[in-house]
């Protein structure tokens, strides 16, 4: 138990002692992507090969957070060379420690390298998808071990908390955080600072600080690599925000579904609460304070705060009506703060470097950096931290390395399931709160999918309007049944029903449901529909006036057929049909039967290019089948030719 | 609670600060549409036909009446072409649940809603909850409730509770404002056995414990006697 801050000092100073700055440390990201693609297995090889060379007294081995590069995953950086090397295996380990960690030489082939653009970098920090980034809260994950509070410790771990208590009025914390200009990183963006200042003043003794980590956006994953790879960040800024606030118990919301998130905060807690972070008379300051965890049981809805709160009551997870704001009558009827997990990671160093510091990151309204989860048609797939006011073409291209598969650029899908799509034209806006919802998108808690050009707009957003169908509470009907109307026009369209006036009724339902929904899932859930209305009206056009998927992604509207003239009968398409659709026979032309054909287009896929056979087509006849005794190829060279040549008169 | 004045449609209304909008309307005598509010329960919020326009420091946001809290100096409208809009909207998805509804049909006047514009779906609930929350907030005994969620929600009645409150109360009934049909077919779907069964196998399980499975079963088979009265109903 630390009593005050010289003895944290000592303390600090007894780890940093320990630690010889010269000693290896193999660091391997033990984040949930690199843990699905092995880095469990790496970790252990690792530990059992340092062990076999007699090293373990020279060399540390840690299972870290995750730094974001999940395309290249497992990752595992070197120290104090900051070697970085990609995608390790445990086939890597052994020669990863005989050559790197004995005789300090790079293994080549592990290292970051673009064939292509000629560029190869050793160090993490030289790697384009790194270099192009600001990464003030990630970028501590690959250096620490979640598991270990000294790890944080050793970086300066709690010493904004110190400065906050022993250095800071409560008043003085609040005016750094409003000065900062921190906004929410949840999606609404309000600022941090005024909400704060709104539940210090709320009357009432008893007050409550609350971290939502009820992420759920698919394909996002911010929080959780915050929540799984450094949970102290996230202590120390709501120890700090409740100080400011004057609340002495707080709660952690997370979802049942991230395991690890729940251990690795659990586990940071009790460690807390061991060193005198936490509970009574924080390192002597007088100020109380504990934290509990709460399970979420994975509704969606149960991100918007005032549904998270009555779920946390033991109600059904349900928005209520605002106001009375959280902060006035929240939890249980107290003043109540909730903010996201990135907005709580951003305290610290807010109070640690100033509002000046922060400040200099960002846009005129939109201060700091913003993670964002970068997935979808993209060539590097991961978190990445970047100051607010980068472009969307500098995240996509710079850091993302564009589009894989010499593919074209379509859109890019910002903001959750509720966000909207924004397309080429406009890739040089600045990411802001206040740029985005301009360009019809929004920030939301940072998803960014990439699409490519064989995405179908309308097919896009019908698939979030499914999502928000499923995920709507019910509880008022703009929501429930207008989103519900809105994913059966476009599923109509998509599936050729769609009629004149779609589009207008669309728009109509839109209003409604945005503007008179009760909380901000109904209010934002029109964005998909009238993001891709307003930049690809074309698309939806197409599919209702001409039946017709111009990107050949709806299969309602798309048809295959075998060419006779370049079918060699091969019979993998014949194999692949999971639907037995095909016609084939050995020497036998294959004929697609249309009845039986659900057009998933795998034969498309796999017909060989070489006979490229397989025709795809959208808006426009299937072309009679060719009659039975036309079928026949025969296989000797010359008769074949001949036979082609007749076939051609005959098609003819 | 002090006096405020606000203004509604052009009109000076004085109302206590403890007042929503929807409740210092109706003390000036100025209409606003709604089918889940009711005077004896808490603003809920839910059908948003009362979604009004509030301007108060510059800013115009359409809320819901019946939930928003006056404030000095708040301007409202309750009429506009947006706001009939909305309602003409809601209306006309309501009254694909409910087509038979007649406050929904004078709604359907006023606002010019189509009730055929949205397809059928005849499960007579529109969600306005005010069974639910009367028998949780007035008879305080829970026996009716909202299950599953979205799209998929619907009222039901729960029983085990059911069976012992509702012979004698279904004071929810003549709530309903799609019929008190809806609340009838829902309560008889959920009362599986008759109820002088439950009674007894209450008395039973004060011997044994919880009730058994065999109450259960009849349930279900009792479910698809009472779903075809429901279809019955439909096509009718």
């Known amino acids: 138990m630390i009593n005050s801050p010289a003895e944290l000092e000592q303390l600090r100073q007894e780890i940093l002692s320990k630690r010889n700055s010269n000693k290896a440390r193999i660091s391997i990201c033990a984040g949930a992507g690199c843990l699905a693609t092995g880095a469990g297995k790496v970790i252990d090889a690792f530990n059992a090969e340092v062990e076999k060379a007699g090293l373990t007294a020279d060399v540390n081995v840690k299972g870290t957070g995750c730094p974001g590069f999940c395309e290249r995953g497992p990752i595992v950086v070197i120290d104090p060379a900051e070697i970085c090397y990609l995608q390790v295996s445990p086939q890597d380990v052994p020669e990863i420690v005989s050559e790197t960690i004995k005789k300090e030489k790079v293994v080549d082939r592990l290292v970051y390298s673009d064939p292509a653009k000629n560029e190869k970098a050793i160090r993490e920090a030289d790697i384009p998808f790194y270099k192009n980034q600001e990464r003030n809260i990630i970028g501590n994950n690959i250096k620490i071990d979640p598991k270990v509070i000294d790890d944080y410790l050793a970086l300066r771990g709690y010493s904004a908390l110190v400065k906050a208590l022993f250095q800071m009025t409560s008043e003085q914390v609040l005016e750094e955080v409003k000065k900062s200009g921190l906004r929410g990183r949840g999606g609404g963006g309000f600022p941090t600072g005024i909400k704060w200042e709104a539940a210090r003043k709320a009357p009432g003794e008893t007050k409550y600080v609350i971290v939502n980590a009820d992420e759920g956006d698919p394909g996002a994953f911010m929080d959780r690599a915050v929540l799984e790879g450094n949970p102290h960040s996230i202590l120390e800024g709501l120890i700090i925000g409740a100080y400011a606030i004057g609340s002495h118990e707080g709660y952690i919301y997370v979802r049942q579904e991230y395991p690890l998130a729940l251990e690795n905060v659990g586990v940071a807690i009790k460690q807390a609460r061991e060193y005198g972070f936490l509970g009574r008379n924080i390192l002597g300051s007088n100020f109380d304070f504990d934290i509990k965890v709460h399970r979420g049981a994975g509704a969606f809805v149960c991100g918007e705060e005032t549904a998270l709160l009555l779920s946390l009551e033991g109600k059904p997870g349900e928005p209520r009506a605002r106001p009375p704001y959280p902060a006035t009558s929240g939890l249980w009827g107290k003043p109540t703060n909730i903010n996201n997990v990135e907005t709580w990671a951003n305290v610290p160093l807010i109070i640690n470097n100033g509002a000046d510091w922060y400040n200099q990151f960002g846009t005129a309204r939109s201060k700091g950096t913003k993670i964002f989860s970068l997935v979808g048609k993209i060539k590097n797939t991961g978190l990445v931290e970047v100051p607010m006011g980068a472009t969307l073409r500098d995240i996509i291209y710079k850091i993302g390395d564009g589009i894989p598969g010499g593919k074209k650029f379509k859109a890019v899908q910002t903001g959750g399931p509720a966000g909207g799509c924004i397309p080429e034209e406009h890739l040089d806006i600045a990411v802001d709160f206040d740029e985005l919802t301009k360009a019809g998108a929004i920030m939301g808690s940072g998803g960014m999918i990439v699409l490519d050009e064989d995405t179908c707009m309308v097919d896009v957003a019908r698939y979030f309007l499914n999502f928000l169908t499923q995920e709507s509470c019910g509880k008022c009907s703009p929501c429930r049944e207008g989103v519900k109307q809105m994913h059966r026009i476009l599923t109509n369209i998509t599936e050729g029903r769609g009629k004149e006036g779609d589009i207008e009724l669309l728009e109509e339902l839109a209003m409604s449901t945005g503007s008179a929904s009760l909380c901000a899932l109904g209010r934002t859930a029109p964005n998909p529909v009238l993001s891709t209305i307003r930049y690809f009206r074309h698309e939806y056009e197409t599919h209702i006036k001409e039946k017709r998927c111009p990107s050949f992604t709806c299969q309602g509207l798309v048809s295959y057929y075998v060419d006779p003239a370049k079918c060699d009968a091969c019979r993998i398409c014949f194999r692949e049909c999971s639907s037995h659709a095909i016609i084939g026979g050995k020497n036998l032309i294959h004929i697609i039967d249309q009845a039986k054909c659900n057009a998933c287009g795998t034969c498309f896929e796999v017909c060989p290019a070489r006979f490229g056979a397989v025709i795809r087509i959208s808006g426009e006849p299937v072309p009679a089948r060719i009659p039975d005794e036309m079928r026949i190829i025969v296989r000797q060279r010359r008769v074949k030719r001949e036979k082609q040549d007749e076939r051609s008169l005959h098609t003819d | ?236």
């Open chain 2, 1 to 236: 609670m002090s006096e405020v004045s606000i203004q509604i449609d052009g009109k000076v209304v004085a109302a206590s600060e403890d007042m929503t909008i929807l409740g210092a309307a109706e003390r000036a005598g100025i209409p606003i549409p709604t089918v889940c509010h009711h005077e004896k329960l808490k603003p809920f919020g839910g059908c948003r036909l009362c979604t009004v326009e509030a301007e108060a420091a510059g800013r115009t946001n359409l809320v819901a009446a019946c939930v928003y809290p006056v404030q000095a100096d708040l301007v409202v409208r309750t009429r506009s072409e947006r706001i009939d809009k909305i309602r003409k909207v809601l209306t006309e998805q309501l009254l694909a649940h409910a087509p038979e509804s007649e406050i929904l049909q004078t709604l359907a006047k006023e606002y010019h809603a189509d009730k055929d514009r949205f397809e059928k779906e005849p499960s007579f609930c529109i969600l306005c909850g005010l069974c639910v929350r009367y028998c949780a907030e007035v008879k305080q005994k829970n026996a009716v409730g909202f299950v599953d969620r979205g799209p998929s929600r619907e009222i039901s009645f729960i029983p085990e509770i059911a069976a012992l409150e509702c012979w004698d109360c279904k004071e929810c009934f003549p709530l309903c404002p799609t019929s008190a049909l809806q609340a009838a077919f829902v309560l008889m779907r959920s009362l599986a056995p008759a109820p002088s069964s439950i009674r007894a196998s209450e008395k039973h399980a004060e011997t044994t414990s919880v009730p058994g499975r065999e109450q259960n079963n009849g349930s279900i088979a009792a479910n698809d006697g009472n779903r075809t009265l429901l279809q019955a109903n439909a096509e009718r």
